[in-house]
């Protein structure tokens, strides 16, 4: 399949090859993917620029190769047992690369499953913290957000879940030691921290979304660097992957809509 | 031992430790024992699903510990959200991590271990109680002092079970369950089946049986006791029965039907309520098909 220009190429599409960039550098750790285009990024990483990343069965095992969505168990080929208990023996060693959902994210990265409105008495309670608090000081962590909006990424979020580089680099040396927010991914594009002050940075955005998009979706200011390119495109590979491998079906297309 | 004396064990005020994780292999005979009773003003700590929802709206609860209450399958539990959106329960939130080395703590009898998990976070301010403790090493890291969350009572749900209290789990993740017997005083476990002893190595492997009777005061015979959350090999999640305990949690009259309907009754009479309401759905989706 050739695919000559990006007219074919849905944005979810768009957004699993981001959520897979993040697993471009680590090697031999273990990948945790929460929400479609997540799981589908670890796996296309998995099958082709990350062929040592660990994938999980989302419940007691890691897993060979890399299955497609909704593969049954007894189709799964395990590698290794790992249960919750020894879940945290790797989130506490490192060795773990991690895409979180966030309810609300903020400019210096803090997330928040946890409530909406004052802890004391929410006005929405949420999940809670779950993992996130140590996730973020032990391992390199990004978030997908696949509502994006001013409700979702706000000035400063209400509940610091996920630990951001401001509360990190407060909290002193023990919270930053092995901190790293490395990318943001939404439905509108992708975002980092990499400026001097670690505030959130626009890398991105999908093709049919422009930067006034963005910005007037984030309630708060972004670094905008002079030129904003577009989120690359899938490879056919990667396209055919996506298509007719790992999401036949098109669950992607369900959680995020061209 | 019955879910009555189980319960009989128990006393207001208490502690009292869950096993399992989200909407999976929870004690739910035993939390539906506790709802019958006059037992209230209990402070919870759970890796929380909807043990913790069904005993809130029970008004059973002073105070609920926990890193996250879902469902799994639905992200929150919504008599746990009512409660405290509605300031009806104390809270206290600490890192899923955090919890897990609590109840080492409170197991290994030290006060507290250290870890990086919660630095930088809310859990600390919105916890001030909680402590760091600086490395008497050369590194002098510090880090959170987890306290020992001891537990007055624990109850666990498990596969199978010898007599004397011994547990095997023959799902793929023993979650915590070892460690919040370890870290109560009183420490009970529910079972799908009591089997003899020289059984239990016919059921699974010998890490199956990861519950030893060193950590148990009491076993009781509940068949579908984590209903309906799963506790595989034996049954899935009840899916179909959750999204209904979902639905009826959203409106008080219906929420006063589903109590009518199954939790009036004594653990038979709630399993019973299960499978008429099992058949019904089957013969309603038949009718439906034809």
């Keep these: 399949m050739t695919m000559t220009d990006d007219s074919g190429v849905s944005r979810a599409e768009y957004c699993a090859v981001a959520c897979a960039e993040v697993f471009r550098v680590d090697g031999e750790v273990m990948a945790s993917a929460f929400g479609t285009a997540p799981a589908l990024g670890a796996r296309l990483a998995r099958l082709t620029f990350a062929p040592d990343l660990v994938l999980t069965d989302g419940d007691a095992a890691l897993v060979d190769g890399a299955p497609p969505l909704g593969t049954r168990p007894e189709a799964l080929v395990f590698e290794s047992h790992m249960p919750f208990r020894r879940v945290f023996d790797v989130v506490w060693s490192g060795r773990r690369n991690l895409i979180m959902m966030a309810s609300q994210i903020d400019r210096t990265g803090n997330q928040n499953i946890s409530a909406i409105g004052p802890w004391a008495r929410p006005k929405a309670q949420l999940v809670g913290v779950r993992g996130a608090p140590g996730n973020t000081v032990n391992h390199t962590t990004s978030y997908w957000v696949p509502n994006h909006s001013t409700r979702s990424f706000v000035e400063q979020v209400d509940v610091v879940s996920g630990v951001g580089y401001a509360r990190a680099a407060a909290a002193g040396p023990e919270a930053t030691r092995f901190h790293e927010i490395r990318f943001v991914v939404s439905n509108l594009g992708v975002f980092d921290f990499a400026t001097p002050d670690h505030t959130m940075r626009l890398v991105s955005v999908h093709p049919g979304v422009t930067v006034d998009d963005v910005t007037a979706a984030t309630g708060f200011d972004l670094v905008l660097p002079a030129e904003v390119p577009e989120t690359r495109m899938p490879t056919p590979e990667e396209l055919h992957l996506l298509r007719e491998v790992l999401d036949p079906s098109a669950q992607r297309d369900r959680e995020v809509r061209t | ?290």
């Design chain 2, 1 to 290: 031992m019955t879910l009555d004396d189980l319960v009989g064990g128990l006393a207001s005020g208490m502690t009292l430790g869950l096993g399992g994780w989200g909407s999976r292999r929870k004690p739910m005979a035993a939390v539906r024992a506790i709802l019958r009773s006059d037992l209230t003003d209990l402070t919870v700590v759970s890796y929380g699903g909807p043990d913790v929802g069904l005993l809130c709206a029970a008004g059973k609860v002073a105070k609920v510990v926990f890193a996250f209450v879902t469902l799994d399958s639905i992200p929150t539990d919504p008599h746990f959200k009512a409660a405290r959106q509605s300031g009806g329960v104390e809270a206290t939130e600490v890192d899923e991590g955090m919890f897990y080395l609590g109840l080492l703590a409170a197991s290994q009898r030290v006060p507290f271990l250290p870890t990086r998990a919660g630095l930088g976070s809310d859990v600390l301010t919105v916890n001030p109680w909680l402590r760091t403790v600086r490395s008497p090493y050369d590194d002098g890291e510090e880090l959170v002092a987890m306290p020992a969350l001891r537990l007055d009572a624990a109850v666990v749900h498990v596969n199978r079970a010898d007599a004397a209290g011994s547990g095997q789990i023959l799902g793929p993740d023993p979650f915590f369950d070892e460690l919040f017997l370890g870290a109560a005083d009183r420490r009970y476990v529910t079972t799908e089946r009591i089997v003899p002893t020289e059984q239990l190595a016919e059921e699974g492997a010998l890490q199956t049986l990861c519950i030893s009777r060193l950590l148990t005061d009491g076993v009781v015979e509940t068949p579908g006791g984590a209903h309906f959350t799963t506790c595989v090999p034996d049954y899935g999640r009840d899916e179909a029965f959750q999204k209904e305990y979902v639905a009826a949690a959203g409106d008080p009259d219906a929420w006063a039907a589903f109590v009518e309907r199954f939790l009036a009754e004594d653990e038979d009479g709630y399993q019973a309520a299960v499978r008429e309401c099992t058949a019904e759905r089957a013969a309603g989706s038949g009718q439906g098909g034809a």
